[in-house]
């Protein structure tokens, strides 16, 4: 069991606090599905609550700090200090249909140690990240070299080795966002290979499940840095791979982004890496 460092409690304090929110509102979803004006705008109020108030917690406990929040954008800090990247309400379709699949991501990025700023914006690793699921109330969080947890629990990736026993995670283009084309080839040449492939609609909690074994691999396209930055620290510290489409390892990988476990991240590397040549 590891300790857990002062800032992953600070983290879940702010996440436990915005996720009890989080399940009140979402309570009153159901109720608003058959309203005429609908559930739309009650749920960006409650993004918005929930960014509110996960912004207080962290900034009275690390007031000179910076944030990129989805709602809110930058907000700058000592630029010598980490920032936080705050996603609220990851999975907000789901949430918007009474779907209980939705997760609140908090992440930490240190500043670039050289300070140029013309590479990632001055950005430079993610060293601790935490994503909390409100209704099953589960804690996922990594720190940098301390490894990844449930809880208490250490994490691990799948130990499955072969494709026709592996089950992957995607998400799919929606509404003009994301390439349809590129998707459809990927899916054409993983599908048959494959136990199965699963579009579930929280990018932060497919990453936290593969951290977790319960998935063996995930790809998707077009998402930003709030949606990946604290599950691609899980899925490195529970001994799994993140990448980009052509194979780098970035901080945070968030336009294109391939996860897997030890062994078969390659191998559906190279499958993504065909589909989309061909």
Not at 93 to 119: C, M, W, Y
Not at 135 to 154: I, M, P, Q, Y
């Amino acid at each position: 069991m590891a300790a857990i460092s002062g800032l992953i409690r600070v983290m879940e304090k702010a996440a436990r606090k915005a996720g009890g929110r989080l399940r009140r509102d979402f309570g009153e979803v159901e109720h608003l599905q058959v309203s005429r004006k609908g559930p739309s705008d009650f749920v960006s109020k409650a993004d918005r609550a929930a960014e509110r108030t996960i912004w207080d917690e962290l900034r009275a406990a690390r007031p000179d700090w910076g944030f990129l929040f989805e709602e809110g954008g930058t907000i700058e800090g000592d630029p010598t200090k980490p920032r936080f990247i705050v996603d609220p309400l990851d999975g907000t379709t789901n949430f918007l249909h009474g779907i209980p699949h939705f997760a609140i991501s908090i992440a930490v990025q240190e500043p670039r140690l050289d300070g140029n700023k013309s590479i990632n914006g001055g950005w430079g690793e993610v060293t601790a990240g935490l994503i909390y699921q409100p209704v099953t109330d589960e804690s996922f969080w990594a720190e940098k070299s301390r490894g990844a947890w449930l809880h208490d629990a250490r994490l691990r990736v799948s130990s499955r080795r072969h494709l026709d026993e592996s089950l992957i995670a995607t998400g799919m283009p929606f509404q003009g966002h994301g390439n349809v084309a590129e998707w459809s080839r990927i899916y054409q040449a993983l599908a048959p290979q494959v136990a199965g492939i699963r579009r579930f609609g929280s990018a932060a909690l497919d990453l936290a499940w593969v951290a977790a074994g319960r998935y063996e691999g995930f790809w998707e396209a077009d998402l930003k840095p709030w949606d990946t930055a604290a599950g691609c620290l899980l899925v490195r510290e529970a001994g799994g791979f993140v990448s980009d489409w052509k194979g780098r390892s970035l901080p945070y990988c968030d336009s294109q982004i391939l996860a897997g476990n030890d062994v078969l991240h390659s191998r559906l590397h190279k499958i993504l890496a065909t589909a989309i040549k061909d």
